[in-house]
């Protein structure tokens, strides 16, 4: 069953008793078991018919007798099973078994991250349940589920603004929709997010700035560093926000240095990497930002990040000591 499949089952109150969900992408996932839980579990009854466990933390013995109660306050009780792939052989074999017979007036869903199908446990499990599959979306297949996620806001996407959202943000689903809901508020009544409006909000001036920071650390300019991050500053960047770009960004001439070196072609490596047509359009300026940044000054970038990150979160600095910090770091010539 793909997810789409799901949500018609759902909406059509066609409730199976056991659901089996593997795969990497975990935003969908989760979405999908919110809607279980909107669907199955009345407002205010979860102490009494929701009950989530983990897999690494119980066994069979624990969850058994709670799969087979009578629900309270409601028709169906809901029982998730997060991580089943790290409980025990025989744990997880006494539940496969369960799910031959299940009760029917419980919903179990059975969670775990990407698992061998093919073995004869999975097999099992997929023949007694109504089994999905989340696996991570192709960067092209992004925009179109952009365009229908927004939908629920009673608001349209363009196909450009959808474009350029995979462009500045990447393909991590769950920042696309915190930046999707950060646009419904940015337009107000209009009913149509355009190209303009991410461009406003997310825009172009993200990207650049950290491209102009990365160029400056390369050529270990502090001065053209600092005025490239005032300029990010009165655009309306945070500094937490603008470490997060910087981290991907050096995390991207990172895998282009590697893939270079094994000497892959550049369409190969667009391929390969799957960033979007914004990564594309910029390629050149990627491939030189990787040359120009030597393989020390990358994995010291990123250890000088992370501290920052963690000093914007807890030192009682101000934010703008620890970024211009930050920036000597990364300029300073440790030959």
């Known amino acids: 069953m793909k997810p789409e499949n799901l949500k018609e089952q759902i909406q059509k109150n066609n409730i199976s008793p056991v659901y089996f969900f593997s795969g990497d992408e975990e935003y969908l996932k989760e979405e999908a078991i919110r809607s279980l839980i909107n669907y199955v579990v009345k407002p205010d009854t979860e102490p009494f018919c929701l009950d989530v466990f983990r897999g690494d933390d119980v066994g069979a013995a624990d969850i058994l007798p709670v799969v087979s109660l009578v629900p309270m306050m409601s028709d169906r009780r809901l029982v998730i099973i997060r991580d089943f792939h790290r409980l025990s052989q025989k744990d997880r074999e006494a539940l ?64 450009e603004a959808a474009q350029q959202m995979l462009a500045i943000v990447g393909t991590d689903l769950r920042e696309l929709v915190g930046e999707l809901q950060k646009l419904v508020i940015f337009i107000g009544e209009r009913e149509t997010i355009e190209i303009q409006d991410v461009e406003n909000t997310l825009g172009p001036i993200r990207t650049g700035s950290v491209f102009d920071i990365t160029e400056a650390v390369g050529e270990k300019n502090l001065a053209k560093a600092l005025g490239a991050y005032e300029r990010a500053l009165d655009s309306g960047d945070e500094p937490q926000a603008m470490i997060g770009l910087f981290v991907r960004h050096l995390m991207i001439l990172w895998k282009i240095r590697f893939l270079k070196r094994d000497r ?64 000597y770091e990364l300029c300073v010539d440790r030959t």
């Open 96 to 159: 496969v078994t369960y799910t031959e017979q299940p009760v029917l007036s419980t919903v179990l869903i059975i969670e775990c991250h990407r698992i061998n199908l093919k073995t004869q446990i999975y097999k099992r499990l997929t023949e007694t349940s109504d089994s999905v599959v989340f696996y991570t979306l192709f960067p092209e297949r992004i925009p179109t589920w952009l365009k229908q996620h927004i939908l629920q806001y009673n608001k349209r996407l363009t196909s």
């Open 264 to 327: 892959l072609t550049d369409d190969s490596i667009k391929k390969k990497l799957q960033l979007g047509w914004g990564f594309n359009r910029f390629f050149d300026r990627y491939v030189a930002q990787s040359k120009l940044l030597s393989g020390r000054t990358l994995q010291d970038g990123f250890e000088v990040l992370y501290e920052a990150d963690l000093a914007l979160k807890t030192s009682l600095f101000k934010p703008e000591i620890i970024m211009r910090h930050l920036l």
